[in-house]
Antibody, heavy 113, light 107 residues
Framework: QVQLVQSGAEVKKPGASVKVSCKAS????????ISWVRQAPGQGLEWMGW????????NYAQKLQGRVTMTTDTSTSTAYMELRSLRSDDTAVYYC??????WGQGTLVTVSS | EIVLTQSPGTLSLSPGERATLSCRAS???????LAWYQQKPGQAPRLLIY???SRATGIPDRFSGSGSGTDFTLTISRLEPEDFAVYYC????????FGQGTKVEIK
């Protein structure tokens, strides 16, 4: 069964960048797209974007255009999400999901001066 | 961008009762690309329904989804203790926006 394992918690200062990784076990990495979803403390879910591991096509949430980049490394079955120019309201748990059925454990990113 | 509005915000029910959750879109959701998720505290979301009405693998048949266009419904026929959680709808036909969630709490 496919599992997604994300990188550990991060603490960043405003204006910095963060790169979260999401490693897939199993051989379905290129079959489905990887989506990234975040959840601020006590808030709802926010879709950030999607990347095809097959051809690298991306679709980003309009709100994050210009600040987010999603990439994949098929040789290691790993997806990455980089968010730049961090602000305090980027503090959230960041999830990767494969085909919406398999989810990573979440990565807490805290942005604080 | 399609905006999804869920109602009610909170639903207070007893185990065994029927829950009806609504999700309304600001414009038509293409090809019924509408999903429902359940989320419990400290856990990742769990996919329940996709394509507006298809149950995901392993989801009990007390969960059902219906609707098309701009109006969608998630029904839980008889609430079990483990069903008390927050439920989100998501459209994935045009980007992937989520509704704000409905909390189903024990009355």
């Amino acid at each position: 069964q496919v599992q997604l394992v994300q990188s550990g918690a991060e603490v960043k200062k405003p204006g910095a960048s963060v790169k979260v990784s999401c490693k897939a076990s199993g051989d379905t990495f290129t079959t489905y797209g990887i989506s990234w979803v975040r959840q601020a403390p006590g808030q709802g879910l926010e879709w950030m974007g999607w990347i095809s591991a097959y051809n690298g096509n991306t679709n980003y949430a309009q709100k994050l255009q210009g600040r987010v980049t999603m990439t994949t490394d098929t040789s290691t079955s790993t997806a990455y999400m980089e968010l730049r120019s961090l602000r305090s309201d980027d503090t959230a748990v960041y999830y990767c999901t494969l085909g919406a059925t398999v989810w990573g454990q979440g990565t807490l990113v805290t942005v604080s001066s | 961008e399609i905006v999804l509005t869920q109602s009610p915000g909170t639903l207070s029910l007893s185990p065994g009762e029927r829950a009806t959750l609504s999700c309304r879109a600001s414009q038509s959701v293409s090809s019924s690309y509408l999903a429902w998720y359940q989320q419990k505290p400290g856990q990742a979301p769990r996919l329940l329904i996709y394509g507006a009405s298809s149950r995901a693998t392993g989801i009990p048949d007390r969960f059902s989804g219906s609707g098309s266009g701009t109006d969608f419904t998630l029904t839980i026929s008889r609430l079990e203790p483990e069903d008390f959680a927050v439920y989100y709808c998501q459209q994935y036909g045009s980007s992937g926006t989520f509704g704000q969630g409905t909390k189903v709490e024990i009355k």
